[in-house]
């Protein structure tokens, strides 16, 4: 029996599901994924290079593991802004389920990293933001939190964003899979594959979250001395044996994975969360932003009579007269 045919009779969650859990023995919860269908398709869409696409699909992962967790009617972006020769990833959420990402990089910039063997997610990165946006809608304040990037992966980077902002213990883990194999028909294919865990320390008593202070950097002689909580560390270690292979390995499932973790302890999953690959532009509001251009900008966006935008998420194009804004040719 193939997994898929197991997910059918069972329940399991399979692709494309955030599965929240509890680990009570450990004063824990979280939220896990595996995606497939769904970053494949985002990524197919721009052809990205390997090692673009590896960001990427982390960056989405995060972001689904995070925007489940909303409890309004908005969207939750989270984007880099970097240096680096990929010097520009965004993936954004839309509850309740809309998932969308692109990606900005200088190719000449990435082959020479790449043939320097310079592949390493914050050597591709390099130095600028993470910068973690909610939006609640047109009659709410934004709110953004910020952190550095400056030598950190994705999932350490959002782990101090989280110890920062939100003062809550927390354990990212983020994986991504380039996988060439046949389908039922026994044809050759290549796939994505992305999967992602948050692990939090939420106990009771709020004093057991205490955690040492961060460096203040440079002339920092403050003590940085503060004894760990043991559960916490054990759930810490627990995470960091997951490998990138179980994250994204299309046979496990996150079930399985989280009982493989946390099955002494004593694990708990909840009712599944699909996502979908969901971009959210539409003609209505491409001719609402173009409505608000000047005649001459409009008239410097003409091009063979017409005016063509494509939306850099999902491709599609969208053509307009330029008459529809009282621009004549």
Request: with cysteine; charged share 25%.
């Given at each position: 029996?193939?997994?898929?045919?197991?997910?059918?009779?069972?329940?399991?969650?399979?692709?494309?599901?955030?599965?929240?859990?509890?680990?009570?023995?450990?004063?824990?919860?979280?939220?896990?994924?595996?995606?497939?269908?769904?970053?494949?398709?985002?990524?197919?869409?721009?052809?990205?290079?390997?090692?673009?696409?590896?960001?990427?699909?982390?960056?989405?992962?995060?972001?689904?593991?995070?925007?489940?967790?909303?409890?309004?009617?908005?969207?939750?972006?989270?984007?880099?802004?970097?240096?680096?020769?990929?010097?520009?990833?965004?993936?954004?959420?839309?509850?309740?389920?809309?998932v969308r990402g692109y990606a900005r990089f200088d190719?000449?910039?990435?082959?020479?990293?790449?043939?320097?063997?310079?592949?390493?997610?914050?050597?591709?990165?390099?130095?600028?933001?993470?910068?973690?946006?909610?939006?609640?809608?047109?009659?709410?304040?934004?709110?953004?939190?910020?952190?550095?990037?400056?030598?950190?992966?994705?999932?350490?980077?959002?782990?101090?964003?989280?110890?920062?902002?939100?003062?809550?213990?927390?354990?990212?883990?983020?994986?991504?899979?380039?996988?060439f194999d046949r389908d039922a028909e026994g044809k050759?294919r290549h796939r994505w594959r992305a999967g992602g865990?948050?692990?939090?320390?939420?106990?009771?008593?709020?004093?057991?979250?205490?955690?040492?202070?961060?460096?203040?950097?440079?002339?920092?002689?403050?003590?940085?001395?503060?004894?760990?909580?043991?559960?916490?560390?054990?759930?810490?270690?627990?995470?960091?044996?997951?490998?990138?292979?179980?994250?994204?390995?299309?046979?496990?499932?996150?079930?399985?994975?989280?009982?493989?973790?946390?099955?002494?302890?004593?694990?708990?999953?909840?009712?599944?969360?699909?996502?979908?690959?969901?971009?959210?532009?539409?003609?209505?509001?491409?001719?609402?932003?173009?409505?608000?251009?000047?005649?001459?900008?409009?008239?410097?966006?003409?091009?063979?009579?017409?005016?063509?935008?494509?939306?850099?998420?999902?491709?599609?194009?969208?053509?307009?007269?330029?008459?529809?804004?009282?621009?004549?040719?």
């Open positions: 029996m193939t997994y898929q045919d197991q997910i059918a009779q069972t329940g399991l969650a399979g692709d494309d599901r955030v599965v929240p859990f509890q680990v009570e023995g450990l004063d824990v919860r979280g939220r896990a994924v595996t995606l497939g269908p769904l970053v494949d398709a985002i990524l197919a869409r721009h052809n990205y290079p390997a090692p673009v696409a590896r960001l990427l699909s982390e960056a989405i992962a995060l972001t689904v593991l995070l925007g489940t967790s909303l409890k309004f009617e908005g969207k939750l972006i989270v984007q880099t802004q970097s240096d680096g020769p990929v010097n520009f990833l965004v993936a954004d959420f839309t509850a309740p389920d809309g190719q000449e910039a990435l082959d020479q990293a790449v043939a320097e063997g310079r592949i390493q997610p914050h050597e591709l990165l390099g130095k600028g933001v993470l910068a973690f946006t909610i939006d609640q809608g047109p009659d709410m304040r934004r709110y953004q939190g910020i952190v550095a990037l400056d030598g950190e992966t994705l999932e350490e980077a959002a782990a101090v964003y989280f110890r920062q902002s939100e003062q809550i213990p927390t354990r990212v883990k983020l994986a991504s899979a380039e996988l050759p865990m948050v692990v939090q320390f939420l106990p009771e008593a709020p004093e057991r979250m205490r955690q040492p202070d961060l460096h203040g950097g440079d002339g920092d002689t403050g003590s940085q001395a503060h004894e760990e909580d043991d559960t916490w560390a054990e759930a810490q270690m627990l995470a960091a044996t997951v490998g990138a292979e179980e994250l994204t390995d299309p046979d496990l499932g996150v079930e399985r994975l989280l009982y493989r973790l946390f099955h002494e302890r004593g694990v708990r999953v909840y009712d599944a969360q699909p996502v979908h690959d969901r971009c959210s532009c539409s003609e209505e509001k491409i001719r609402s932003v173009l409505a608000g251009f000047t005649a001459e900008e409009i008239t410097s966006t003409i091009e063979n009579g017409e005016i063509r935008v494509a939306c850099e998420f999902c491709s599609s194009a969208y053509l307009f007269k330029p008459e529809e804004f009282g621009v004549s040719q």
